[in-house]
C-alpha cells in the first residue's frame, strides 16, 4: 500500500488552501521560456479583443468586473507546455491537488491602459498559472481575505472599493519572468485584478482543473 504520497501531500494542500498561491521553481527552460517569448510576438496579429463592460456573477460561480484586454490563441509551443506531464506533475506536488488536469492555455496581450478589473477565473481554473513574457509585468491585485467570497459579496467590493481596490485585505502578486518558475494560484477561489497599464505587457496564463 502506498502510504508515502497522501502523507507528502498534506502540508503542499495545507499551505494551498491557506494562501492560495505558489511559485513553482525549475519548470520552464531558456530555451522554451525563449521560444514562448517569440511564438508570441510571430502570433499578435492573431489577438481577438476581450472587453466588457459589465459587472456580473457568472451561471458558473465565477465573478466578472469590466475588462479591457486582448487573447492570443496558443500556438505550437504554448499547447505543448500547458499539456506538459513534467509541469503537471510540479503542480500537483506544489498544491497538493493530486487529480489536477490541463485545459490549456492562451497569452493575455494588455496594451497601455488596458485592465481587468477585479474578477474570479472560470470554475475550470482550480488552478491557473501565470508567466510574464515581458520584463517588468506590474503585479497584479489579490485579495486573499476574500477566498471562496460569494459572487454578491463581490459585487458589493466592487461598489465600495472599485475595480482595482486598494487597503487592509487587498494585496499583489508577481508573476516570474525568465527564471524558469511559473506563478501558480487559486484564480476560480480568489479574487484578482489588474490595473490599468503604463505599456504593453504580456502574459501567458494557463488553466488546471481539480476533478
Partial sequence: MDTEAPVDRLPARAAWEETGTAVVPRVLEPDRFKALVEEAHDRLDLVAPHVHEHTA???DGSFASPVHCGFIPPGPVLEALAYDKTLLTALREATGIPRLVPRGGA??????????GLHTDSVKSTVTVAVALTENLPPMGWAPDLLGAFPDSLGKVVTEHGMFPEGKGFTTLTHPYGDGSVRAFAGYHVPHWRPPMESMGLLVTMSFMDL
Fill in 57 to 59: 456573477a457568472h451561471r
Fill in 107 to 116: 497569452v493575455v496581450l494588455y496594451r497601455e491602459g488596458d485592465f481587468q
